[in-house]
């Protein structure tokens, strides 16, 4: 395993930064403290119906599997880290485990690992009890052309290590009897899903959501895991205090969002004059967005792309500028941005690792830039 990561930190280069972040210990806690925040709220049940009333009918079906990599991104800012946005399939979470060993810390990224592991057994137990777990399928679209294929293959070899046997797959090339899923015969039992397709309404994600409506295989994250955590619609409730206080939300935890999350709302046409005004203080992303596709910076807009905003469902947030830092690049010294990402399970950060850059949004194209540690001073 460790001659394939040594392989693709040669041949991806980009994805790794020399340099890695020191933060407070009470910079990591408040990250904590806002994630156990967040979480709280979701396990109410008038949230869940919030959330889930606007959502797909899939997100809907009952679930016991949590959602392996919640990603919570956050912004280190002179108030104090802010909550940019949560999604539910976030990568690098093994990349960074082995990249750990680079900077010294071999033992904890091997910890690391067997924790990944011991997440995907117990989103199964959950599902399944304490039947085995055979095989997982690892399914993205042209996974092989995916810009974190290497970390696919990454995780194969880990499942595997671990006695379960693993395959890494383009949805299409999943057989269904209309029970289960197999894969060049073999039944599958667990789907890690690497799709962006969150509701599966791709025709090439049919298979796939008909057993998983059945109740013929695990899937990891899943509609729901998204319905709640990664719609950034659910940011305006998280960050809207009279709302919170009708959800029944105590009074320390609605101070710790409302401190740790840059106010979110809704993009209407009828607002549109004022946004226009005001357009520098925002970020406008769609609710359903990823890896800052389609997302705009408020001073960075033209009225062309704004007008499209204004009928898009967009939602604004806050700008919440992200920390700068001085690290060592090939010959010298260069500036990056960071945001720093908690790799989150049950409530529990794993993993805190920032990505580093230059320019609008994280871009993996910095020369220097790319994911880094960051460890607690």
Request: overall charge neutral; hydrophobic content about 45%; some cysteine.
């Amino acid at each position: 395993m460790k001659t394939t990561f040594d392989h693709l930190r040669h041949g991806q280069p980009q994805l790794f930064s020399a340099a890695a972040l020191r933060i407070p210990a009470a910079t990591r806690q408040a990250m904590a403290d806002i994630v156990a925040a967040i979480e709280s709220v979701i396990a109410l049940p008038a949230y869940t119906r919030h959330a889930l009333a606007q959502s797909p009918a899939i997100a809907r079906r009952p679930v016991r599997a949590r959602g392996v990599f919640m990603g919570y991104d956050f912004h280190l800012t002179e108030a104090g880290p802010k909550l940019i946005e949560i999604n539910t399939n976030a990568g690098g979470g093994l990349l960074n485990a082995y990249l750990l060993a680079a900077h010294g810390k071999a033992e904890e990224g091997v910890r690391l690992v067997e924790q990944y592991v011991a997440m995907f057994r117990e989103e199964w137990r959950l599902e399944r009890g304490e039947a085995p777990l055979r095989r997982i399928a690892i399914v993205d679209e042209n996974p092989a052309g995916q810009f974190l294929a290497a970390e696919f293959a990454l995780f194969r070899e880990v499942f595997e290590a671990h006695g379960i046997a693993a395959v890494v797959v383009d949805p299409a090339e999943l057989a269904s009897d209309g029970q289960r899923l197999s894969h060049a015969g073999q039944p599958v039992d667990l789907i890690y899903n690497r799709l962006t397709d969150f509701a599966l309404d791709a025709t090439v994600n049919g298979k796939i959501r008909a057993i998983f409506e059945n109740g013929g295989v695990v899937l990891t994250p899943h509609p729901r895991a998204h319905a709640l955590y990664a719609d950034k619609r659910n940011l305006m409730l998280l960050t809207d205090d009279p709302a919170l206080q009708g959800l029944g939300v105590g009074e320390a935890t609605r101070r710790t969002l409302l401190a740790g999350i840059p106010r979110t709302v809704a993009v209407t046409p009828e607002q549109g004059q004022a946004f226009w005004a005001e357009r520098k203080r925002w970020f406008f992303k769609p609710p359903a967005g990823f890896g800052s596709r389609a997302a705009y910076r408020g001073d960075k807009l033209t009225k062309r792309v704004f007008d499209e905003i204004l009928h898009g469902g967009y939602i604004a947030q806050e700008i919440a500028p992200p920390s700068e830092h001085v690290v060592p690049v090939a010959g010298g010294e260069a500036t990056m941005k960071a945001d720093l990402r908690c790799y989150v399970f049950a409530g529990a950060i794993q993993l805190v690792a920032a990505r580093l850059y230059q320019g609008q949004t994280t871009n993996f194209r910095t020369p220097g830039g790319g994911f880094a540690p960051v460890f607690v001073a």
